[in-house]
Every structure is written in structure tokens, then in C-alpha cells.
């Protein structure tokens, strides 16, 4: 699922298998004997041909190397608080290394942070990343899953990604350094003409947090404080401080640029026809389920989109917009979303390499593709917040396919799962010949992306 690597000094490099385990290669290449971390047996059930459940990512605590601290974020069974029927409940968990053996996390020291009931298998989001300039760690969850966002445990009229009062289809951000809750504002209302359900005993949220225990609010999240100004059409819930971002199905890929002005990027997959790559502004609404990708949704005529549409969302805040978006012509599902900044592809640098999961479940015809900003876009000042995005700030960027050597066309011959960088900010991609989480099959691998000899 990703490769990723700790500045520890060590220069080793870990490897995230869905299946349950993280394996460790060390500075020399040679992969250990022992997983890194083992939860196969904390796992929900999988299914090996295809599932978007398991082991989906882990980070690496930005001082790592003094505090051992690991966060991991992975599918268990349903716990018996959840909604009957429903598929898996998503765990963000805190573990630290075993101080006897750099090598192996210490399973006993699991600590919770969030329990995350899914009404279905699929949209679970799934990717933790700390922050290069604030040190938080980010999250992001999707819609809840089936389709549409709509059916069972979705918001009726308006689906989850739009209603602030669940963590579905949201980035959220948290600090994993300090326990200061934030307070919890009443929902605004929507506004246009939408029906919202509002029940005189609204069900329990179906997530559990320990903020104010476990971990803290920044205190510069959109919706961390109070805000009176807000119509409480929602009053008998709250907005989760924890929230970020917004409107978002399946942000399954997250990472930051490691250089330049360190955005946030996703790979958003889409629903029928589109998929994107946004750029993630603080308070930002990226449309989901009103657009998808730039076009016009409706939910009951997926595979037909309407001509009009809401420009804004329900509190009349603007719908932000990706800077990629391509079609099912390339693929099923797009993957990853990295700005290169390694030293081996010069040609590469400050470009956005993400991919294609396959055009098919059964062929793994997955692709490589590369975005070039806009002319400035390196050198310009990122906005921090959603509401200083300009339209010249929120434009596409020039995608092509990325020819692989050794191939006669532009397809890998294999399933694109995964991207990562090491230390040194080489990138990597990680594939398989199954497109899921077969353990008997062991396909997987990771490639480090270099110049043609």
C-alpha cells in the first residue's frame, strides 16, 4: 500500500502491506525476516481478490527517533457499539517501538485514539500524514462507502461529505503532542432547497474520539472554537473539531511536497466517470457529492451529469475544484498524488506523479502519470485557508502518461497500489498482480522510481 521512512539515521525503509504487516528493508536492501508490525490477526475479514479494508497506512511521529512513536490506521471487526449489518470499524492507533529491538513495535502498547464504525467495505479514506511545517497529524476518511453517498448510515439529501456534523468524507487534523480539546460549535444549517432529516432523537454518532485525552485540537482548525454567528439548524449535534476538509469521497492517497510550499495534496477517487487530484486548503469544500471532480452530480443518475448545479455549498461557501481531472478512458481508480522532489529524475522535480489502479479487476493494466503546475506556482504563496483561494490559484495542471522503460506501451503490466518517498525523497511505487490483498499470492513490490540507462 506505501513505502515510507523515518529520519531516524538509520536509513531503513517500511513497507505497508493491506493484508496486516509492515515489513522493514534495511539500509542495504535486504529485507528482515520479522515484520515491523504485525496485525493480521486485529484485522476485519478481507477479501483477498478485492477490498479496501486492512492495514491502509502508518507515520512516523516527526521525532520518531527520541520518541519511538508510531500511527497507524487500520480495519478491525465491528465492535458491538456500532450499528447492526455495518462492515468494519477503522482504529487510529498510537503504538511505540520496542525498546529492546528498534525492529518491532511494541503490540502492547496500543493506545486508540479513534474508533470509526463503516456502514461498507469501501471508501474508508485510510491515510495518516504529519504536517512538515506544523507537525499535526492529518487524516482522511471517506464518505462511508457503497455509492453516491446515499443508503444506509449516509445523510439524507445531502450525503455525508456535506454534512458537518459527521467525519465522513472529511480530512480531519489533530495534534498527537497535547490534549487541549477544542469546543464544539453548533452546525449551520443548509441553505437552498435541500431536505435534510432532522429526527427529535438523533442516533449516537457512529465514531468514538478522545480528544482532550489522548490528543489535542490545533487551535486553528476551521472549526475548533465556537461560533454563535451560525444558525443551528443542526443544534442537537456538533461539528467535530477535528474536522479540516471537506466534501470528499474517497481521499484514499495523501501526501505533503516535502519542499517547495508544502501542500497537501489528494488523490480523490471518483464515481462513475471522474477522478482528481486536489490540493487540501484548510476550511476547504472540494463538492462532494454536489460535483464530481468539476462536473455536475446527481446521485439518483450517476453515469448522467446534469447540466446546472449548486455552485457553492450548503452554507454558500465556494466549491474548491482539483488542479487534475481525468477519465475512466485511463483507468478504474486513480492512486497517489506526490510532488518529486528526489534526486534521482531531475526532469521530475516539483511535478506530480500519481497513477491509475488498473483499467480492469482482473488485468493489472495500471499507468503512470505526471502533472506540471502552472507557470509560478512553486515560487507563488500558498493560501491558507479556502477563502483566500483566487481563481487564478485553483487552475489544472498539464497531465501526461510516464512511459516506463522496458515496457512497449504505457501500461505497467501490473496493479498500481501505492506511492512513497525514503528519507532522501526518492520515490517509489508499489504494485501487484492481484489489484487485492491475497496473501497466498505474493505478488507485491516496490519500485524506486529512476532515470532510463
Given amino acids: 500500500m506505501m513505502v515510507t521512512s523515518p529520519d531516524d539515521g538509520t536509513g531503513r525503509l517500511f513497507v505497508v502491506d493491506q493484508i496486516g504487516v509492515v515489513q522493514v528493508v534495511d539500509a542495504d536492501g535486504n529485507a528482515l525476516p520479522e515484520p515491523f508490525l504485525d496485525l493480521r490477526s486485529n484485522l476485519a475479514k478481507l477479501s483477498p481478490r478485492y477490498d479496501e479494508r486492512g492495514l491502509l497506512s502508518i507515520a512516523f511521529h516527526p521525532d520518531y527517533r527520541n520518541n519511538g512513536r508510531i500511527y497507524v490506521f487500520y480495519s478491525a471487526p465491528l465492535r458491538p457499539e456500532a450499528p447492526g449489518g455495518w462492515s468494519c470499524t477503522n482504529h487510529i492507533s498510537e503504538f511505540r517501538v520496542d525498546p529492546d529491538n528498534p525492529n518491532r513495535v511494541d503490540m502492547s502498547s496500543e493506545k486508540i485514539f479513534m474508533y470509526i464504525d463503516k456502514p461498507y467495505e469501501n471508501h474508508n479514506g485510510g491515510q495518516l500524514v504529519f504536517g512538515p511545517v506544523d507537525g499535526y497529524l492529518y487524516i482522511s476518511l471517506g464518505d462511508g462507502g457503497k455509492a453516491n453517498d446515499v443508503g444506509n448510515g449516509h445523510t439524507p439529501g445531502i450525503g455525508n461529505s456535506q454534512d458537518l456534523t459527521k467525519i465522513y468524507g472529511k480530512i480531519l487534523r489533530i495534534d498527537v503532542d497535547s490534549t487541549t480539546a477544542g469546543s464544539v460549535p453548533a452546525q449551520e444549517g443548509p441553505t437552498g432547497d435541500v431536505n435534510v432529516d432532522q429526527p427529535e432523537n438523533p442516533p449516537e454518532p457512529t465514531w468514538t474520539t478522545f480528544s482532550g485525552s489522548l490528543y489535542g485540537i490545533p487551535p486553528d482548525n476551521p472549526f475548533a472554537k465556537a461560533q454563535p454567528e451560525l444558525l443551528d439548524s443542526y443544534a442537537y449535534r456538533t461539528v467535530p473539531p477535528e474536522i479540516y476538509a471537506y466534501g470528499l469521497r474517497n481521499p484514499a492517497y495523501m501526501a505533503f511536497d516535502s519542499g517547495g510550499n508544502n501542500a497537501l495534496f489528494v488523490g480523490e477517487a471518483g464515481q462513475n466517470l471522474f477522478e482528481s487530484v486536489d490540493i487540501i486548503l484548510r476550511g476547504g469544500n472540494y463538492g462532494w457529492n454536489i460535483h464530481e471532480g468539476t462536473h455536475c452530480f446527481d446521485p439518483g443518475k450517476p453515469l448522467q451529469p446534469p447540466e446546472g448545479c449548486r455552485t457553492t455549498g450548503y452554507r454558500d461557501e465556494p466549491l474548491i475544484g482539483p488542479i487534475f481531472e481525468g477519465g ?126
Avoid at 498524488?337 to 522535480?349: A, C, D, H, I, K
Avoid at 512553486?378 to 497531465?399: D, I, K, S
Avoid at 501526461?400 to 505497467?412: I, M, T, Y
Avoid at 501490473?414 to 520515490?427: L, P, Q
Fill in 328 to 453: 475512466h478512458d485511463l483507468g478504474l481508480v486513480i492512486v497517489g498524488g506526490y510532488l518529486y522532489r528526489g534526486p534521482s529524475v531531475p526532469e521530475l522535480q516539483g511535478r506530480c506523479i500519481f497513477g491509475y489502479w488498473g483499467d480492469s479487476r482482473i488485468k493489472g493494466n495500471g499507468i503512470l502519470l505526471v502533472a506540471t503546475p502552472p507557470e509560478g506556482w512553486a515560487e507563488g504563496e500558498r493560501p491558507g485557508t479556502a477563502e483566500g483561494l483566487t481563481p487564478e490559484g485553483n487552475t489544472m495542471w498539464r497531465a501526461q502518461k510516464l512511459k516506463v522503460s522496458g515496457r512497449d506501451d504505457e501500461f505497467l503490466g501490473m496493479f498500481v497500489r501505492g506511492f512513497g518517498e525514503d528519507v532522501n525523497r526518492d520515490m517509489y511505487v508499489v504494485t501487484n498482480d492481484t489489484g487485492g490483498p491475497d496473501a497466498s499470492a505474493s505478488t507485491g513490490k516496490a519500485w524506486r522510481i529512476v532515470s532510463p540507462r
